[in-house]
């Protein structure tokens, strides 16, 4: 995996729309000989699935895919978050497609009012802010690092290895 997109700077959108929903955060951390970037993210009390094989030395999109596509098919989340890097916005949009479901990219923040969860993204380089509204389950959206200090957890989260076989289709 790419050390930018093990990203702790998800977890503060991921647990706003968690504990929105009565969920929890798991991340996915995809990759070889990644232990102890799952072991750090656990430090931010988050549950961490890790798919560590060596056929996941470098990306390759499908099989990443298909790695998601088993924890999601596992898990039903509300919501998949991935940080904005270059892994992220190519994987996010085919995984959207794969579900059929709706895609914001490159939002700053969200907010939840009444249920309703939007995503705030810039327009204009910057000059307007944004709400998107996304009418589909799971909701999928790359987001940019936030400024919010990260706090280490009092109770680090469960790192728990899964099957790392899925190949590409």
């Known amino acids: ?57 470098d990306y390759d999109a499908a099989v990443y895919l298909n790695e998601l596509r088993k924890l999601l098919d596992e898990v ?37 009012e009444n249920g309703e969860v939007r995503f705030m993204r810039p327009m204009y380089r910057g000059r307007l802010i944004a709400k998107v509204a996304l009418d589909s389950i799971p909701l999928v959206a790359t987001m940019q690092q936030s400024g919010v200090k990260l706090e280490l ?3 680090p989260g469960a790192v728990t290895a899964i099957d790392a076989t899925a190949g590409s289709d």
């Open 1 to 57: 995996a790419q050390p930018e997109s093990a990203n702790p700077a998800l977890f503060p959108a991921g647990t706003k729309l968690a504990r929105s929903r009565g969920r929890r955060v798991i991340a996915l951390l995809i990759g070889n000989q990644i232990g102890e970037v799952a072991t750090e993210l656990g430090r931010y009390g988050v549950e961490v699935r890790l798919a560590d094989s060596p056929r996941h030395a």
């Open 76 to 112: 039903d989340p509300g919501a998949v978050l991935f940080a904005q890097t270059y892994l992220g916005m190519d994987l996010a949009p085919r995984l959207a497609v794969k579900l059929s479901v709706a895609f914001a990219s490159n939002c700053i923040d969200l907010e939840i």
């Open 153 to 155: 957890s009092d109770q």
